[in-house]
């Protein structure tokens, strides 16, 4: 529906910390099939690393070596057991070793890098008017966020990992991430996951990986919707996308509505009858001496097959996506 709108609507997505992790790609890639044009800059620091990944990535994904920070200068770079969890902040081990399972993040080696700012980066390189940023840098996220005011005018979405209590010595917090975004009018929307772990020695669940401490999570946010209006046609329908692949059909469906006020179309309406079939549940009569309590109405998918495309847009299968846990 939306490319029957738009056209030739296309993507520009900044992927910071692209090493790939199991479970197979992020559902933003999904943009590249169904939006063609559109394209993927991602960051990754170790240069043989985004050398080996530029052979065989797909059409729109580019992979940069380059280190991004608050601005160009050099700085520590602190190596750990596993290299997804180097970081321009020290390991805070005295904290992480009371956990079970967080040997990955302790300290291998101190050495330095070259960091240059997101701003910078976007121009130098004439990347253009970003739409999405997607980043998980082990505590560095607002760093960059900081190095990227101009660059976030343009963004209409964000997740970025966030942590809750301080994993790395004098990293920011999620309530810092949090309150830096709604100054650039990117409000917090919801956590997609939250993950972390429990003391030693008690191993809850027999599982080292149970989270008793929510320790960090990826966290969605977006434009403010009471700044609509300021958005463009475009970016209302690029952020109802993002919203509809991440599980959030109310805001698509508001983004919609708002671009149909402007070009007196039904795609909101239809999408909304899409996602919202009607309700077979009966309500009870209220007794005469009762008071009627609201009824609370909730979205919920069409009914979808267990190996038929998930509704979010993702391009995976219902039972890979939204069906997991079903």
């Known amino acids: 529906m939306v490319r029957r709108a738009s056209g030739s609507l296309a993507f520009n997505i900044i992927e910071v910390g692209a090493r790939p992790v199991d479970g197979g790609p992020e559902p933003f890639y999904s943009v590249l099939d169904w939006f063609p044009g559109s394209r993927i800059h ?15 990535a797909r059409p729109g994904v580019v992979y940069h070596p380059v280190a991004l920070g608050r601005a160009e200068e050099k700085r520590p770079f602190y190596q750990t057991a596993h290299p997804m969890c180097a970081s321009l902040y020290r390991p805070n081990e005295r904290l992480i070793e009371r956990y079970h399972n967080m040997e990955v993040a302790m300290l291998r080696s101190v050495g330095s890098i070259s960091t240059v700012s997101l701003d910078y980066f976007v121009r130098e390189n004439g990347i253009g008017p970003v739409d999405f940023i997607k980043i998980d840098v082990q505590g560095a996220e607002l760093e960059i966020f900081e190095g990227g005011t101009s660059t976030l005018r343009d963004v209409v979405a964000v997740i970025s990992e966030v942590e809750f209590i301080p994993c790395y010595q004098q990293q920011p917090l999620f309530g ?15 956590f997609l996951t939250l993950a972390g772990r429990a003391l030693r020695p008690t191993m809850v669940d027999n599982n080292p990986n149970t989270a008793t401490q929510h320790m960090w999570a990826d966290a969605m946010f977006l434009r403010d919707t009471l700044q609509a209006e300021r958005l463009s046609s475009d970016q209302l329908l690029k952020m109802a996308v ?11 469906v508001f983004c919609c509505m708002e671009y149909d006020r402007r070009h007196v179309t039904g795609l909101g309406r239809e ?15 209220a007794r005469p001496d009762a008071t009627q309590a609201p009824i609370s109405t909730a979205w919920s998918h069409p009914k979808v097959g267990r190996n038929d495309q998930c509704p979010c847009g993702s391009g995976k299968k219902y039972k890979k996506c939204h069906g997991a846990h079903a």
């Open 176 to 190: 810092d991430v949090c309150a830096f975004l709604t100054r650039q009018e990117i409000g917090f929307h919801k």
């Open 242 to 252: 993002l919203a509809l692949m991440y599980g959030s059909p109310d805001v698509a």
């Open 42 to 56: 991602a960051f990754e620091v170790e240069r043989d690393l985004c050398e080996q990944l530029n052979r065989t």
């Open 271 to 285: 999408l909304n009858t899409l996602l919202s079939p009607p309700s077979t549940v009966q309500t009870p009569k």
